[in-house]
């Protein structure tokens, strides 16, 4: 034990005096990638800016998911879908897979351990047999004078960072896609009512064309128009009905599960978080709403900016590593155990056997291998630097899009509803009128059409307003929690 103890004091004072030109090894990653002003675009930001953002106790980002959606049947899907998907599990395996990375990399520190007992059966001419034996324990350790290991145990953690991250963004594009998938078999059952209240009023203006014609009172072809836009009706009502089958499907897929049926509130049954000084009457489309996490620290919360943050961090130790293989590497190997082989010797019984070895290797030239590795290591790290600040960007164009959605859908909301109030009116009169003799069909036909339409859109509005503040929602990192 004293020989080891004196050769780790030599290789301690070679290594303490190496260590002074591999300054700069064991620093740790500092984020100093700068990114543009106005990521979210200039009106944007004004909007932004608003007291209702600085005055908000909790932003939208920080939300989790069971706050933001109320609607207790949305909740219970996403729990569904949370616990059975494949891609979530696969994600969580990942993150698994990187923490049994890590340990590896944190035991890197500590010395390998190998029993290898050996005997041996040796003859020669007509001596009689000589048996030898060895049961030694042997150690080796590499000392980390110059950071290598160290350096890859800090890359380790980033890609662990990386794979709970990543778990995160897939929960949170699970938890995105559930909630619009929901929300658009709800605008279906919405269109489907609309659509079957309009088939049995058609129905019964029909029948009063078909009277009027019987009493010749009519063309024949007034009949033929109103039976044809009523048939129009008739194949919409199938049409939405094969894309709810559609909608249940895929969200079944999500559940990792054979076709069901999916259990859903109506319309406007549980509505999106609103300010408490809502005043429009419909959450998604109001503009206190839409103000509240909207400053850009919010994107601090984004899965891809932090994931691209901690690949950049990666990539930052795996160049302190591969700048660490330049130096000299410092082993230390001992052997204690038992024998009876002593050279030329066999003794028995066996005695013990000590044996230290300390060894120190400098690489001189490895045939541009080490060179090249620190050169891929800094361009890596060059490229995801520019990568992220593109990240960044992307980020804050997703917010700028995803509040113009909002801004846009609020904005048509009213104009919608207005429109249906007046062509409901003038579908009433125009019928009243034609009843009276003062009105033709066509006059009716156009009414009916154009006040379906109307509905139709104005229940499309109100989807892309959910849609638009659900984008919002994720774009600024809401969802992962």
């Known amino acids: 034990m004293t020989i080891m103890k004196r ?39 004004e909007l932004a800016s608003g007291t209702a953002a600085a005055d908000s106790g909790a932003s939208l980002a920080q939300m989790s998911w069971r706050e933001f959606f109320t609607d207790p049947l949305l909740q219970q899907l996403i729990e ?3 616990a059975s998907n494949t891609d979530l599990n696969s994600a969580r395996i990942a993150v698994e897979k990187s923490e049994a990375s890590l340990k590896m990399a944190k035991m890197a520190y500590l010395p390998s351990l190998y029993f290898s007992p050996q005997g041996t059966l040796a003859k020669f001419d007509d001596n009689p047999w000589s048996k030898t034996y060895n049961l030694p324990l042997q150690m080796q350790m590499n000392v980390d004078v110059f950071g290598s290991i160290t350096n890859k145990k800090r890359a380790a953690r980033a890609v662990l960072m990386q794979a709970q991250i990543r778990e995160e963004a897939v929960r949170a594009n699970l938890v995105s896609t559930v909630a619009q998938q929901y929300f658009m078999l709800q605008l279906l059952d919405r269109q489907l009512d609309i659509l079957t209240a309009t088939d049995s009023l058609w129905n019964a203006s029909l029948e009063t064309e078909k009277t009027l014609w019987d009493n010749g009172k009519i063309y024949s072809t007034a009949v033929n128009q109103m039976e044809s836009s009523y048939l129009n009706v008739k194949t919409q009502i199938v049409d939405t009905r094969r894309n709810i089958r559609s909608v249940e499907n895929a969200i079944s897929r999500l559940l990792a599960n054979t076709p069901q049926h999916i259990e859903r509130s109506k319309w406007g049954s549980s509505e999106l978080p609103e300010h408490p000084d809502s005043t429009t009457g419909q959450r998604m489309f109001d503009r206190k709403f839409i103000q509240i996490g909207v400053p850009a620290t919010m994107l601090q919360y984004r899965s891809d900016v932090r994931m691209a943050n901690h690949a950049l961090e990666e990539a930052f130790y795996n160049t302190q590593a591969a700048r660490a293989a330049f130096f000299p590497s410092i082993t230390l190997q001992g052997i204690a155990g038992w024998t009876n082989s002593a050279g030329s010797m066999v003794v ?19 045939r541009g291998t080490i060179k090249g590795s620190y050169k891929i290591a800094q361009l890596t790290e060059e490229d995801l630097q520019r990568k992220y600040v593109q990240t960044v960007i992307d980020a804050g164009n997703q917010v700028n899009e995803a509040l113009a959605d909002c801004q846009a859908a609020r904005e048509k909301y009213s104009y919608y509803r207005r429109q249906v109030e007046v062509l409901h009116e003038a579908y009433m009169g125009t019928h009243e009128l034609m009843d009276n003799g003062k009105s033709n069909y066509l006059e009716v036909l156009t009414a009916q059409e154009t006040l379906l339409n109307a509905q139709l859109s104005e229940a499309m509005n109100m989807y892309h307003g959910a849609q638009a503040v659900i984008a919002l929602y994720i774009a600024l990192g809401g969802g992962t929690k």
Not at 13 to 35: D, S
Not at 348 to 366: R, Y
């Open 348 to 366: 028995n019984p066996g005695k013990i056997l000590l044996n230290a070895v300390g060894s120190l290797t400098q690489p001189i030239f490895a």
């Open 7 to 45: 050769l780790s004091n030599i290789i301690a004072v070679v290594a303490i005096c190496l260590l002074f030109t591999g300054c700069g090894l064991y620093n740790k990653y500092e984020q100093k990638t700068i990114v543009p002003d106005n990521l979210f675009g200039a009106d944007a930001n």
């Open 80 to 82: 569904q879908v949370l």
